[in-house]
């Protein structure tokens, strides 16, 4: 198959485009988090204000589901495939292996600060259907986030390290180290029909970046004479606001915008910028990078997915901010009319001309207690004072509190649930059954969640494995519960492993629950040899998220240790189960479970 040109790949765009505007709704994305900041389609009085009265479901919700889905402190149980690993070596081998991995995946969790990005993601499918993180490095002689920064020629280093500026600001991306940030949908195209990412043949990130940093940035090429492009064929950011916030960021610099795209069929990536020095000209286009092989497509493309809502034929889902839209509006509808029928229930009075003269009207309409009030004319005065009296019509109420009931039956949760005491008297079969059907359906975000978690790590672990060529030490936890000190070489680890993530430590019931079993399990194995007492440590620390696991077990005896030193050393442990026991009861005992 012939190579797409620059005019094929524009075509190819442009009908990602419409793909996501069409079948994604993405037009909408705006109002959706609009509607989450209070800004709602409604009247306004002369200085702008709203003078509607609104209720934020969609706030509301999205607090709600958020951090009932994201991990606030992650974690990557891994063990390792059937299969040879590491040469062939035996189960020990494999678990010992196992172990070092999970030791630097949740690492360079915290060091990637994972848990940010996670948790935008999370956002992003609530408005957007759809939550996407990439995975990328920075190697030798880069301090700055690329669009892939490995194996530069020397005069590039060079020139880089001659360089005092910093080409990001972005305290995640270090040199030689991976990294994993959200990418906002709105900047990701993928072809025509795409259902799965793992179907799709290539993808486009729309990168914005400073037009000077853009040129003095050695890894792009063909930028001479090149000038912002953003404002006059941007292919994002339809919304009116987002336009004003890009015309206000143009005012100090020049934006690029640049189509950074992964040609999967070829494993290789191209950089392409559309500009057009004149409004309404010609899109004109400029390649400033590739094409060239791609050294992040490793196992499929560098990106991974976060959807709640799937839908049956597309690839962009179905924003959970969309199926609260009708009860956001007619809720805001609502309590409009309540408050305008509140002010007219308010004081009011028809008096008979020359009845009241300015100055007992306004004693009239105080708030004084015991005012008199003098009334001319004769007559009964029921015939010179007419008070007027209404009420808020009742229904209005309760199509409130419908809109309500309609919004947490759509998005699967109960009263309790944002924060209510359900009214009238409930049995504990009828809560149990509530609550079961509730976490049913917030299960299966957490699930994906989870699903997202190991997928992107895995992607982490394959660059490990391919970028880092010198020898790492790491603390890992041994089979006996205490800290190690182990110098190894990533690539002596190459293997497939399996991740895991415990999708149930996520509420504080069920954490409770497991730290109590958990204490049972260590106390009742504690003179088990065969016992993985390690494991039940590891999980029972976890548990405390205010503790740090590896300062509370105890540092092994034994000094730091290579790779095949620690795994012999492990090997003999478990050979010997009365020495083993008595190790892992000592350490037990350290943290009073024994």
Known sequence: MPRKTTTDWLKAIDLGIEYKKTYGRSKRWSRYKDYYRGNFPGHKDPYGNMTGLYFNLTYAMARTIVPNVYFRNPYLNISPRI???????????????????????????VEMNVKRSYKRAASDTFFCGRGILKVGYDGKGRTAQ?????????????????????????INAREGMPWLRRVAPETIIVPFGTEELMDAEWIDHIILKPTDLVKRDPLYKNTRGMQGSHLL???????????????KLTEEHDLTEIHEIRDRRRNEIIAIVFESKVHNNPIGHRVIRGPEDDPMQIEGLNYSTLCFNDDPDYFWCVPCAAHLEPQQLDINETLTQAMYHKRIALLKILYKKGALDDGELRKLLSG????GVEV???????????????????????WIEMDRANMRE???????????????RKTATEINIAHGAKELRMDEKRDAMADLIEDSMRKVLQVVFKMWDQEKVMQVVGVDGARYWVKFKPSDLKAEYDFKVDVESLTPQTKQVKRGQLIQLIQALGNNPSANINYLLRELLRSFEWIDAMKVLPEAQEGQMNLQQFQQ???????????????????????NLG
């Open 83 to 109: 299969g040879p690993v590491g040469g062939g070596e035996d189960k020990q081998g494999k678990e010992v292996f196992a172990s070092i991995v999970e030791s630097t995946l949740n690492w360079l969790m």
């Open 146 to 170: 690329r669009v892939i920064d490995l194996d530069l020629p020397a005069n590039i280093e060079e020139e880089l390290n001659r360089n005092d500026e910093k080409l990001t600001l972005d």
């Open 233 to 247: 064929t941007s292919r994002i950011f339809e919304s009116t606001m987002r336009t004003s916030f890009f015309n």
């Open 368 to 371: 004084e207690v015991g005012v």
């Open 376 to 398: 001319k004319g004769s007559g009964p005065m029921k015939d010179l004072i007419l008070p007027m009296t209404t009420n808020i019509p009742a229904d209005l109420v309760g």
């Open 410 to 424: 759509i998005i699967g949760i109960g009263r309790q649930d944002t924060g209510e005491v359900s009214p009238g």
């Open 569 to 591: 050393q492990q090997g003999g442990l478990k050979k010997d189960p009365k020495m083993l026991a008595q190790r892992a009861k000592q350490n037990a005992q350290l943290l």
